[in-house]
């Protein structure tokens, strides 16, 4: 049995969690984000407003008539010990909505998402930290909505569902683009993937999709375009006229549709 050694999982305490450390050897980062705070904030509170005021409504009605008609004063203690009980526990719905209200600021702080040219990184967590990864290969689809409070804010929520896992990205700012971009990326990195290899031609050989972040909204300049742009052109020109058929073939070869 192979042994491992224990000194190379060792290293220092990390006192933050960076999506960085989580990246591969040269992957690279098209965009990342967080919700927006505002819109993350107010949908918390707006989330399960009426259902916990009508419960507590609902509750606070019994407490009230047991309060006017003195019922507390002329019941045995354990009968009253387990009436507070009881309505705590009734209450639980309230508590709920409460305690994600004081929360979503912190949560929000602690969420983050990051899109890279191979998947989408998620992280979230109020004490401890989760990041769950999604690679664009297993992306079934990438859905949008934006309802009333997201419209009045420019947010919305994008739904990514994969194979065995479903994710949403609440309230992110320009939701259209980032929607429009994720199902690109996710058809042109499946084509690409799942392209048949008997039928694939010459001029591509496999996995070689690759997005820059300026797919994301980031303009590069005209004197800013890196040398290796027109080495690619130049390339792809020399591979286009590699695969076109030349003159003597068309002639007295048969023609492919």
Known sequence: MAKFDERNFQGEPQKEYDIEQL???GEQILWRGRPNR??????????????ALIWLLFDGT????MVSFGV???VPVFVLIFIIVFFLLHLIPVWIWLSNVITAGMR?????????ERRILIKSGLVGIDVVNIYYADVESVNLKVGLLDRMLHVGDIYIVAKNKAQVLWDVETPYRLVTQLQKITGDIKADTYFPNELRPESNSGFHTKYAAEIFGAKESSDEKKPSDTAEKTTGAQASESDA????????GPHRE
């Open 245 to 252: 058929p030349s003159a003597e073939g068309s002639e007295g």
């Open 23 to 25: 990246l591969a050897e």
């Open 38 to 51: 505002k819109a993350y904030i107010l949908g918390q509170v707006f989330k399960m407003l009426p259902f």
């Open 108 to 116: 929000q702080k602690n969420m983050e998402y990051v899109f890279t």
């Open 72 to 74: 507390f004063g002329k």
């Open 62 to 65: 019994f407490i009230g008539l």
